[in-house]
């Protein structure tokens, strides 16, 4: 059974900085393309960035320069290193995990909360 846990939200000032992982029990991880999304209250889930299985990235106007993805596979982890984060930001984080043939999977969420 595929299960994608995500650690690492909480509550953090304006400026500051956070490191989500997502922890993928997945066969084959490597060939997957991950994704982290956020969902603030009363809005839709938005692509925050993603990387591809030759690790190609690719990330929201709005955190470019600010966010970094990455991934381990020899973990099945994926990262998303979060630095000068704004009260904008605040949302719930989702780990996505996509292959064409394997499927398409979600994690159950992590809050970040930017507030001073």
């Known amino acids: 059974q595929v299960q994608l846990v995500e650690s690492g939200g909480g509550l953090v000032q304006p400026g500051g900085s956070l490191r989500l992982s997502c922890a993928a029990s997945i066969r084959l991880f490597s060939l997957y393309a991950m994704a982290w999304y956020r969902q603030a209250p009363g809005k839709q889930r938005e692509l925050v960035a993603d990387?591809?299985?030759?690790?190609?990235?690719n990330y929201a106007d709005s955190v470019k320069g600010r966010f970094t993805i990455s991934r381990v596979n020899a973990k099945n982890t994926v990262y998303l290193q979060m630095n000068s984060l704004k009260p904008e930001d605040t949302a719930v984080y989702y780990c996505?995990?996509?292959?064409?043939?394997?499927?398409?999977?979600w994690g159950q969420g992590t809050q970040v909360t930017v507030s001073s």
């Open positions: 990387i591809s299985s030759d690790a190609t990235t």
């Open positions: 996505n995990a996509d292959h064409v043939r394997f499927g398409d999977y």
